[in-house]
């Protein structure tokens, strides 16, 4: 169930087939149009770009490679760009029901749209079962985040929440964990219980999670070392660590 609770924003251009195919297999936005240089109009993914559009009802251009090139912002549209509308979110419960231990994930702070790309796409392929963002977060980059993560931004649920705080109240009262990733009085990411419902906070690599914020969680963890090193990792390899021990700890329960 997709609950029509989107803020107004401008059309998003995609670029490429990897993002236009997760739009079209998840329905995570309307599409307006695609268009598609001629010279791939008979690749795999173009063929499949065709049938999965005339089954939704989307129209599509052919066009020639400068066209094409002058709508999209990127070079690795591979020829096919798509006109789409605004996403389609979860509610926050959306995100949990039906689940025995769900695995939540809220990304904060992160400023740069290809490292939240690809966090996310860690997250979505470790088999997180939802993303939770603030109001408008990377809606006006939602084609390059999309591109960084493999079209995962579109394939994973995604529900809105005004504050981190407001999301973790609202998980905390439905009997999730509430964990951050956090140097100070923390447990070794390899020895926590990661196995029970989690809503796990990432912060940015420049802001991170508010102290006070880091200081009510549940669960605070840190990623151990090999070696003696005072600085954080950056934010695609801390999420991508942290989702991985997620689902290790998760597989091992069945």
């Known amino acids: 169930m997709m609950p029509d609770t989107t ?50 009802g989307v129209p599509i251009e052919y066009s020639t490679s400068e066209a094409i090139t002058a709508l999209a912002k990127g070079t690795s549209h591979g020829g096919i760009v798509a006109l789409a509308g605004t996403r389609r979110f979860e509610t926050l419960n959306g995100l949990i029901v039906d689940r025995a231990a769900p695995f939540v994930v809220m990304l904060d702070g992160i400023e740069d749209p290809y490292n939240f790309g690809q966090a996310v796409r860690a997250f979505y392929a470790a088999g997180a079962d939802g993303l939770v963002l603030r109001p408008r977060n990377w809606m006006s980059a939602a084609g390059i985040v999309a591109r960084a993560s493999a079209g995962a931004s579109e394939r994973m649920p995604s529900a809105v929440a005004e504050t981190v705080e407001a999301a973790a109240a609202h998980y905390r009262a439905q009997g999730l964990q509430i964990m951050v990733a956090d140097k100070e009085r923390s447990t070794s990411l390899y020895e926590a219980d990661l196995t029970r419902g989690t809503f796990l906070v990432v912060g940015g690599e420049k802001r991170g999670v508010t102290r006070s914020f880091a200081h009510s969680a549940d669960l605070r963890v840190h990623i151990p070392y090999g070696r003696e090193y005072p600085y954080s990792l950056g934010t695609v390899a801390a999420a991508s660590a942290l989702a991985f021990e997620m689902l290790r700890q998760r597989k091992s329960i069945g």
Not at 25 to 30: D, G, H, M
Not at 31 to 55: G, N, P
């Open 7 to 56: 803020p107004t924003e401008e059309p998003v251009l995609l670029e490429g087939a990897i993002a236009i195919l997760a739009v079209l297999e998840f329905a995570s936005r309307p599409l307006h149009r695609i268009v598609i240089e001629e010279r791939v109009r008979y690749d795999r993914d173009a063929a499949r770009i065709r049938k999965l559009s005339s089954a939704a």
